[in-house]
């Protein structure tokens, strides 16, 4: 059964940085590319970043861009959200996806667990 690990999540002061990880069990069998999604209490779950396995080719949310960076290692199956110049309404749980990345991320069922970011004002 294909599973999806995030960790790295935590508090953190705003303008400081966190790096969140996802490692993936069978990265060859479940998609072409990984994506993060977050989800702060009372919303719904958004988009925030996608990057492709074979060509790191990325997309991030308006949101997000400049301040976080996506990346991935092939060789762990292992993808990265680099969070930099958090902002308090960065506050959620964050969510590793598996999907599909072309002119747009198309998620597939398949969900990490989440991990709680805090960024405290």
């Known amino acids: 059964q294909v599973q999806l690990v995030e960790s790295g999540g935590g508090l953190v002061q705003a303008g400081g940085s966190l790096r969140l990880s996802c490692a993936a069990s069978?990265?060859?069998?479940?998609?072409?590319?990984m994506g993060w999604f977050r989800q702060a209490p009372g919303k719904e779950r958004e988009f925030v970043a996608a990057?492709?396995?074979?060509?790191?080719?990325?997309v991030y949310a308006d949101s997000v861009k400049g301040r976080f960076t996506i990346s991935r290692d092939y060789a762990k199956s292992t993808v990265f959200l680099q969070m930099n110049s958090l902002k308090p309404e960065d506050t959620a749980v964050y969510y590793c996806?598996?999907?599909?990345?072309?002119?747009?991320?198309?998620?597939?069922?398949?969900w990490g667990q989440g991990t709680q970011v805090t960024v405290s004002s």
């Open positions: 990057i492709t396995w074979s060509r790191g080719n990325t």
């Open positions: 069978e990265r060859t069998f479940i998609s072409a590319a």
């Open positions: 996806n598996a999907g599909t990345l072309g002119d747009t991320y198309y998620p597939y069922d398949y």
